[in-house]
């Protein structure tokens, strides 16, 4: 059909306009806040790259599930307001119509968010756990940036250098701030060299500076000048584990210890591609607008709608991970409201010659029951 053709190829290009935009803007968003954290030293400037692209895959579900939402939308309203659909009602034709072609253009990024829910995403967020732990691993000297104050793995040292070699063996113009026991050592040196002693412990050999303990002005303190002097590197804290762990977990081993945190995380993934079919059908007729109005508070309704959907899943998730809600329980309301909506409004905007219009319904009601009062027999 020539409609379904040509409503299909202006999805597609609205949806890739939509895509393009809303990716840049969470690629730039992400750019920044993974740089920031490279040039604080909490990740290694290599790796910048790797965890922007394990970013980019988690956040590609809920970008295809606007960009869907969005198209339909923008397709849908622009109908309205250029009165195509004006000509579409007259020729007796029904909204219902719409969902087959919407669905044709929708069913490949239903899958697409499936499978990133499912699958993609926790690689993704396991990856990206891989690359951070791999970082804290490493010794306090090796995680320094120059130019910048870092603290320790052990959060009771501060270091600065003003330059380091390729291989992070070799440093100059060193300050290391130590607090142990009530007490602050502050140690200057020119330059340094990481080593490894006989019991394999980790060792900058500093020469050419001088060691500052206690306090300038209390009788304690004590200034020593060195030519060589071995400061050795603290051993690492543990890295905390939380409930964000479970995003990193396989669906399949998400089934298989069934955690309140880890069942939470399912209801999530299982979320997403019924938001994104739910939307879509919601879209249709939620994008009737007056063609003589603008189409602004249209958009910005739907969006709000979108976000309250987002936040009744997260609720819904929540009290699944504290355990007020069973997995079976929580899962399907949410989703099942919006469709409920969705089959109410596609009953209200349907085309008012439809014997299944609720106008047209009412009016019978009305007439059957005038009928019945004045005794008349319906034939």
């Keep these: 059909m020539i409609f379904q053709r040509a409503l299909r190829r202006e999805l597609l290009s609205t949806a890739g306009a939509v895509f393009t935009t809303l990716f840049t803007i ?207 590197m603290g051993q690492q804290a543990p890295i905390a584990t939380s409930d964000s762990a479970s995003r990193a977990l396989s669906t399949k081993a998400l089934l298989a210890n069934r955690t309140m945190s880890n069942m939470s995380e399912l209801l999530w993934r299982l979320s997403l591609p019924l938001m994104a079919f739910t939307l879509m059908l919601l879209a249709v007729p939620l994008s009737f607008v007056n063609p003589r109005a603008g189409r602004s508070i249209g958009l910005i309704v739907a969006l709000l709608l979108y976000v309250l959907y987002n936040s009744t899943v997260g609720i819904f998730q929540a009290a699944v991970m504290q355990g007020k809600l069973s997995f079976m329980m929580a899962w399907w309301p949410a989703h099942f409201v919006v469709l409920a909506i969705a089959i109410a409004m596609y009953f209200w905007r349907l085309n008012v010659n439809s014997q299944y219009h609720p106008l047209l319904l009412w009016a019978h009601c009305r007439s059957a029951i005038a009928f019945k009062k004045a005794g008349a027999v319906k034939p």
């Design 26 to 232: 969470v690629i730039t968003v992400m750019l920044i806040k993974i740089l920031g954290q490279a040039a604080g030293g909490k990740v290694s400037s290599q790796d910048v790259v790797a965890l922007i692209g394990f970013q980019a895959l988690n956040y590609m579900q809920v970008l295809l599930i606007l960009t869907s939402f969005i198209s339909v939308l923008l397709v849908v309203t622009r109908s309205y307001q250029d009165s195509e659909m004006v000509v579409w009602f007259s020729a007796g034709l029904s909204l219902t119509r719409w969902i087959k072609p919407v669905l044709v253009f929708g069913w490949p990024l239903i899958v697409l968010t499936a499978v990133l829910s499912f699958v993609v995403t926790p690689w993704a967020n396991l990856e990206s756990a891989a690359f951070i732990q791999r970082f804290e691993k490493r010794e306090d000297i090796a995680r320094v940036s120059p130019g910048n104050f870092q603290e320790s793995a052990a959060a009771n040292r501060v270091f600065f250098v003003e330059g380091l070699s390729d291989d992070s063996t070799k440093v100059k113009n060193i300050f290391v701030s130590t607090y142990k026991n009530g007490k602050n050592s502050i140690v200057v040196a020119r330059e340094g060299e990481r080593v490894v002693d006989a019991d394999g412990d980790t060792v900058v050999l500093m020469s050419k500076g001088r060691r500052y303990d206690g306090m300038p002005n209390q009788e304690d303190f004590q200034m020593v000048e060195f030519e060589r002097y071995g400061l050795m």
